[in-house]
């Protein structure tokens, strides 16, 4: 439980870190633009299912895998995330960051995990 809890703490803090960053940096809000953040997260939708459907054949499992690895913890962060750092407003321009950042760790674990065999 308390892994769990610290996953959802580090996920949203480089959340609101993302946001902060493309509010001073306009070089990092064009790369993590809405357009960037599709593209990422289709890539990394892509690789996950490949990668669990190579290691157990079902495709109804890698679905929910990809449902469960890359959207579950990142969605609602990054909502979050928008949501605390703009006075409790929504702001939909900042969610695109903040979910682009979001799936940055969700990359580095996968990558750990696939390629690197950690």
Sequence with gaps: MIEILIVILLI???SCLGIFLT????AIKNYTSKT???LFLVFLSIFVFF???AENGNVAHSIGFVAGYVYLFT???AFFATIIMNKFK???????H???FSLIPIFI??????????
């Design 51 to 53: 990668w669990n459907f």
């Design 90 to 96: 929504n702001n939909k321009k900042e969610f695109w």
């Design 98 to 100: 903040s979910w682009f």
């Design 23 to 26: 509010r001073k940096f306009k």
């Design 109 to 118: 674990v996968l990558i750990s995990q696939s390629i690197l065999g950690i």
């Design 36 to 38: 960037s953040t599709i």
């Design 12 to 14: 949203f803090g480089i």
């Design 75 to 77: 969605v609602p962060c």
